[in-house]
């Protein structure tokens, strides 16, 4: 069975929709500033969307996420497509698979610094729909009117691929003729001050596989996918999907990187390509010691026998969380369809044991890689062609 | 999809095994009304994450085994789907208190507990299982949403999926999002019906699960003690579903079947068409 991307949109700190990320990238502008974030005094760098004020979101779906989702579905005709595809199918055969860690948490934490005398939610953050792991699904669900499965997965730095391996099941057994997928991840509090309880933050901008790197750089993003069984003109093919999990430790990951080579194992499996397929991998690449050591490790031994050129973007967006998987999925098909592959943004000194590509490259590539791994051990691997 | 049901785990006030919830089901849950919530105890979590683990985390654990000790499978390689409402809100509120005050350093171990797959991490280190796992929500309609992904991974895997479903009570302000009054977890291992047949087990309950687009309200248990107990959880639905699968089991050979409705989204539902037993 075959699942075909027809349609992606991604907004992040690079720009609003695929014609402001291409430009970035090919301008070299990295999203990542160290402008403060309100209510924060964690010395960092964050890849954070400017969201317009003004995006006329109903009271009940008010958060800084959802307008995320909101000015991501507003961007590369997006919404139109989901439109195009409802005229021809039964409404309960369109699902939606959403991706998010944070879900509206930011809006939470908001009606905690504003409760009542009583200690309730004052009036206007009494917004059941927002204050939950499903905000974000459920918000675009009804956004895009859909009518069929409308699922969350929220598997920490995971859940943007893990959407993409649930549609494609959807898909594969027939239960859907097509799912938009679906990712966003908001800048708040908790995943900044989190980070830092872990001491995980960098005070400069991430450099993935970087000898002198320091930790990770926030980011946030929202993006989507339109996938189908069948083929449009310019569609790319989601080849193969492949989830593990470390059943190790809650915020380490194995030592040895065996649910991360697990999940790349499985992915190629799936997708019926082997490394020697595959032209492009998008590390995972956070910026801390241990992730990058062991990413390292693990692709340092699947790419010793394979021509790939390897880079790490989180330089260029921050780690976007729940919706990095979502990020990287995209500058995936963007590049198989563009041709441009963006490079490790900020980093000089490798410390890796494969060749990281630094500076952007033009290539046509066939098969692409993209890693997301997430606290819980959780580990998602898809492979794209064209 | 054709699936089976295998194994069962639950875990609320006055109701802590599958055993246990068949006994009581003889006399219509009577001593249910007077019953209070004890917490499991973490013993299947190895001593180092032990310590680390609260209430969301040892109640999905604890039901996680349950439900493998009933169907018999592999603990180590099964995949598994956890799926909740609102997740741990006991976690969320301590994160959203500490952070509106002037103190905004957090426990790390809370934070990385905030990740709603966190209960699905620990039952994977506590059975050593590196097969896929995830957490799924659908907020008041998750347990239909749980069913319907547990299942379609089941199918297309070709092998046993777990499915553990869970929601804490609440407490103010959060209990504005969702008035949860009892604390509540449900467990199922579900099988490919084709793969089920393959072996004996001591459960075997076979359902066709088909989604449908149209709202209906959640199936409830038919004793009035249990459906009380239901009313006051969004994975209430999950007790309707244990008391018909002991109602198909204690049936034997009689032909019959048992229909439940779940609802997965504002327009739709999950439909499973309890079929016999063997």
Redesign the interface.
């Known amino acids: 069975m075959s699942a075909f991307v027809n349609a992606y949109t991604l907004t992040s700190a690079l720009g609003n929709g695929i014609g402001a990320l291409r430009k970035a990238l090919r301008s070299g502008r990295s999203g990542l500033t160290d402008a403060p974030w309100p209510g924060s005094d964690v010395p960092c760098f964050l890849g954070r969307v400017d969201v317009p004020p003004d995006l006329s979101l109903p009271a009940m779906w008010h958060s800084r996420n959802n307008a995320l989702v909101e000015l991501a579905l507003r961007q590369d005709a997006f919404a139109e497509a989901v439109d195009d595809i409802r005229h021809n199918l039964q409404p309960e055969r369109i699902g939606l698979a959403m991706g998010t860690s944070t879900s509206s948490i930011d809006r939470t934490e908001q009606a905690y610094r504003r409760l009542d005398a009583d200690g309730r939610f004052a009036a206007e953050f009494r917004q059941s729909g927002v204050h939950n792991p499903h905000a974000p699904a459920h918000f675009a669900a009804q956004r895009l009117k859909i009518g069929g499965p409308c699922v969350t997965v929220s598997a920490a730095c995971a859940s943007g691929a893990k959407a993409f391996a649930m549609a494609k099941r959807w898909l594969d057994q027939n239960l859907v003729d097509a799912v938009v997928v679906g990712a966003a991840d908001s800048l708040c509090l908790s995943v900044i001050y989190g980070f830092h309880a872990l001491q995980l933050v960098s005070p400069q901008p991430c450099r993935p596989f970087a000898a002198n790197r320091q930790g990770i750089s926030l980011g946030e993003a929202a993006g989507f996918a339109l996938l189908t069984r069948e083929r449009s003109a310019d569609a790319r093919e989601l080849l193969g999907v492949g989830e593990s999990c470390d059943a190790y430790h809650m915020s380490s990951a194995h030592p040895d990187g065996l649910g991360a080579r697990l999940a790349i194992e499985a992915a190629l499996a799936d997708a019926k390509r082997g490394m020697a397929d595959v032209d492009y991998v998008n590390l995972h690449g956070t910026g801390t010691r241990a992730n990058d050591d062991i990413e390292g490790r693990v692709c340092g031994s699947l790419l010793a026998a394979s021509r790939a050129l390897a880079s790490a973007t989180k330089g260029w967006t921050g780690h976007a969380l729940g919706a990095a998987g979502m990020v990287e999925a995209i500058l995936c098909l963007d590049a198989l369809a563009t041709g441009f592959v963006p490079g490790t943004r900020n980093t000089a000194c490798v410390d890796a044991p494969f060749e990281l590509l630094l500076d952007n490259v033009e290539q046509r590539l066939e098969t692409v890689l993209s890693n997301s791994f997430g606290f819980g051990g959780t580990n998602c691997t898809l492979v794209f062609g064209r | 999809?054709k699936i089976t049901l295998t194994g069962i785990g639950l875990w609320a006030r006055g109701l802590t095994s599958l055993a246990g919830f068949a006994a009581a089901s003889r006399d219509g849950f009577a001593a249910l009304s007077e019953a209070q919530f004890e917490p499991p105890k973490p013993i299947a979590i190895p001593s180092r994450?032990r310590r680390?683990a609260g209430l969301a985390i040892n109640l999905g654990v604890e039901v996680a085994h349950q439900a493998c000790d009933v169907s018999g499978i592999d603990k180590s390689s099964v995949a598994s789907v956890f799926v909740?409402?609102?997740?741990d809100t006991a976690t969320?509120d301590y994160?959203?208190?500490?952070?509106?005050g002037a103190d905004?350093?957090?426990?790390?171990?809370k934070?990385?507990?905030?990740?709603?797959?966190?209960p699905?991490?620990?039952w994977?280190?506590s059975?050593?299982?590196?097969?896929?796992?995830?957490?799924?929500?659908?907020?008041l309609e998750?347990l239909g949403?749980g069913l319907?992904?547990a299942s379609?991974?089941a199918?297309?895997a070709d092998a046993p999926v777990l499915l553990v479903a869970y929601d804490l009570a609440t407490a103010?302000?959060?209990d504005?999002?969702?008035a949860i009054g009892d604390t509540l977890a449900v467990a199922f291992v579900i099988e490919p019906t084709r793969q089920a047949q393959l072996r004996q087990t001591s459960l075997a309950v076979d359902a066709k699960l088909r989604?449908?687009?149209n709202a209906v309200p959640a199936t409830a248990p038919r004793a009035a003690a249990l459906a009380r107990l239901a009313a006051t959880n969004p994975m209430g639905g999950g007790l309707a579903l244990v008391e018909r699968c002991v109602a198909e089991c204690a049936k034997g050979d009689e032909s019959g079947e048992s229909v439940l409705r779940f609802p997965?989204?504002?327009?739709?539902h999950v439909e499973l068409r309890l079929e016999s037993t063997r």
């Open positions: 999809m994450e680390r909740s409402a609102l997740g969320t994160m959203c208190r500490k952070l509106s905004k350093l957090l426990s790390p171990t934070f990385h507990n905030s990740v709603h797959n966190a699905a991490c620990y994977a280190i059975a050593d299982n590196r097969a896929p796992n995830t957490f799924v929500g659908g907020f998750s949403a319907f992904e379609s991974q199918i297309g103010p302000p959060l504005e999002v969702a989604f449908v687009g997965a989204g504002s327009q739709a």
